[in-house]
């Protein structure tokens, strides 16, 4: 299958702040590819790149072969991109701004748009800013997919959504992937590009140090149980079992949070012989999870996939 989007090298200073250094990656066409990574790690500055809102200091980033930067106004009519902080005219309705982008675009296929507009539940006789973080996304997610471009750039794009327009999101990534678009999505949460996305790239500290396939997540995916008991239990019952991570009393030894990677199934057997008051499970979020897996060391590489899916030199290796 043939790359659509290709980023080499792709370097971007803010001064002497850290940008992106030398990232570089493919993304295939008809591919769904989750851009991961804490806040501040580079995800938007290489969106921007790719949008041509920045200028990169070195490297170079195509999309259907051709230059971001000479050929703007070429692949901005492939693409339909959401900002991570959208800025529109605070005193147009929903429904004209949907309107503008529509014929911007040249028009669009109008059924679909009263569809998509349905889908998300959005009152397009609103001013934007009357609009609620969540109905203020909705109207940039409806202004990208409804011209069912080539190319959809999605950076956060499920901010603020409630878990039911969540939902509808996914139905529509994946709708545009079994029509054979890409979609470059970036996220900081681990179970929202692990719904739709085949492929993921992980980005810290401006540099990509992963690149593989969604499976290879679970050697940094992990996600907390608490269990209340009725009476205070051994901590070290559980510190022992297959896929504990790490395990802290709480509550003078009558409650325990267990990180785990992998099945909980040790887990949940080991606490049903207690007598049990509740128990809740939490999943980190990206940003949590690279805090707490490399705050141990961090001169430690991040754990590679299979030969191929991660390249970094010693010196790339000792700053993740």
Known sequence: MSSIIQVENLTKRYGGKRGIDQVSFEVAEGEVFGFLGPNGAGKTTTIRLLMALLHADSGSARIAGLDCWDKTIEIKRLIGYVPGEPSLDRNLTGGQILEYFANLRGGVDRAYLKKLIERMDLDTS??????????????????????????????EPTSGLDPLNQQEFDSMVKEARDEGRTVFLSSHVLSEVEKTCTRVGIIREGRLVKLGGIHELMDIKRYEITIAFAKPVPADAFAKLEGVVEVEPLSNGSAVRIAIQGAADAVIKEAAQYPVVSLTSYEPSLEDIFLRYYERDDTAPIPSGPAGHLTMNGEEAARV
Do not use: E
Not at 131 to 145: D, E, H, P
């Open 126 to 155: 609103r001013k934007f800013r009357q609009y609620s973080t969540g109905n203020k996304r909705k109207v940039v997610l409806i202004q990208a997919f409804m011209h069912r471009p080539r190319v959809l750039i999605l950076d």
